[in-house]
């Protein structure tokens, strides 16, 4: 059975930081991409940051960028969201996501990615 659990969630002030974790089991972790998506109250699930299997090539939604640094560490099963500098607007919901395949094209499609983990609560007060 696979199971990816995030954790690391919580209430921080703005300009603080965190760090999630995805750890992963029941799969082959080295041979999925990962990715981090998020969903605050009455929107829509965005995409945050995408890794490969490898940890070489990331990828980055906008909001992300220049902030957050996906990471991951596949002797561990584990992937890392590390969030700097947060803002009220990153208060959400954070999952992570496995997926077998992407492309360049299809880092940010939540419909490619194929198991995820049940979501951590980031609270950001200004």
């Known amino acids: 059975q696979v199971q990816l659990v995030e954790s690391g969630g919580g209430l921080v002030q703005a300009g603080d930081s965190l760090r999630l974790s995805c750890a992963a089991s029941?799969?082959?972790?080295?041979?999925?991409?990962m990715g981090w998506f998020r969903q605050a109250p009455g929107k829509g699930r965005e995409f945050v940051a995408a890794?490969?299997?490898?940890?070489?090539?990331?990828a980055y939604g906008d909001s992300a960028k220049g902030r957050f640094t996906i990471s991951r560490d596949n002797a561990k099963n584990t992937g890392y969201l590390q969030m700097n500098n947060l803002k009220p607007e990153d208060a959400a919901t954070y999952y992570c996501?496995?997926?077998?395949?992407?492309?360049?094209?299809?880092?940010?499609?939540?419909?490619?990615?194929?198991?995820w983990g049940q979501g951590t609560q980031v609270t950001v007060s200004s």
């Open positions: 996501a496995a997926a077998t395949t992407l492309t360049i094209t299809t880092w940010n499609i939540e419909g490619r990615y194929k198991y």
């Open positions: 029941g799969l082959t972790f080295s041979g999925y991409f």
């Open positions: 890794i490969d299997k490898s940890g070489i090539t990331t």
